[in-house]
């Protein structure tokens, strides 16, 4: 496990990369080869039929490798919205302040929110869509990329993200607060005060000032504090008998605990 090795304060591995197993099994195809007929004793037979090739499917599941010892069971465990309850945090945003506080199926209490409709009347598309521009401003996504997770046109993708920003203004403003400080400082700091030099902000390079402007969003409210809260209860030492925590890829936490008994 590399501790230092990203910019972003996120715990990384190497050789192998555990971070990045598959978590859908693989279909494989290989090849296996049929030889001809032979007779032990005189060898292959002139009769005999040329070797035949033919495909065999396969499916391989790489996570089911890791087993738990004897005893123990994995559990993992995963922040509920962790990045949006940051968000409403930092903005301080009351609507998304309250719409959290209610409860239930946040992406349409949201969407309802911008479309002014009753949760329920929130079509799956407009949900979809809802989700999709939380999470673009929270990893500092720009149009663009937004418009491409969407299906839409940039145009389309620019109407719908000022529309949603319309509707919760405390959010523009804060991610506008937080790209004029990393400006001012050439750096941005997490909640923890974990600090990321973003020496391309002030660049002339259009396209590289904008990187460093998403990256300034994304370690504040995303990468930053996630990787915080993850590595954090890692850090004191565990008592014999107790779980092992497994280091985390993104928000969530992997441990081998003693198996529950009923």
């Not at 993708?157 to 790209?179: I, N, W, Y």
């Not at 460093?212 to 990787?227: F, L, T």
Request: proline letters at 9%.
């Amino acid at each position: 496990w590399c501790q230092f090795a990203t910019g972003t304060g996120r715990l990384s591995s190497r050789n192998p990369n555990v971070q990045q197993v598959p978590k859908h099994a693989t279909k494989l195809a290989t090849d296996v080869t049929s030889p001809a007929a032979a007779d032990p004793a005189t060898g292959p037979s002139a009769a005999a039929p040329p070797s035949a090739a033919f495909t065999q499917p396969a499916t391989v599941s790489v996570r089911s490798s890791f087993v738990a010892a004897p005893g123990v069971v994995f559990l993992s465990a995963d922040y509920s919205q962790l990045e949006m309850r940051l968000m409403a945090q930092l903005s301080n945003d009351p609507r998304l302040q309250l719409e959290l506080h209610a409860g239930g199926d946040l992406f349409r209490r949201v969407a309802g929110a911008w479309h002014r409709k009753a949760p329920e009347a929130i079509s799956e598309l407009e949900r979809g869509h809802t989700k999709q521009l939380c999470y673009g401003l929270t990893y500092g996504l720009g149009v663009e990329r937004m418009a491409a997770s969407m299906q839409l046109t940039v145009p389309q993708a620019v109407q719908l993200r000022k529309g949603f920003l319309s509707s919760f203004p405390t959010l523009a403003q804060f991610t506008e607060h937080v790209r004029k400080l990393a400006r001012t400082n050439l750096a941005v700091a997490t909640l923890c005060g974990r600090k990321r030099p973003l020496p391309g902000i002030t660049s002339e390079n259009s396209s590289e000032r904008a990187k460093a402007e998403r990256q300034a969003v994304n370690s504040v409210v995303q990468v930053g504090p996630s990787a915080d809260d993850c590595v954090t209860p890692l850090r004191p030492p565990l008592a014999s008998g107790s779980s092992t925590h497994y280091p985390p890829p993104t928000d969530s936490l992997t441990s081998g605990s003693p198996a529950l008994r009923a």
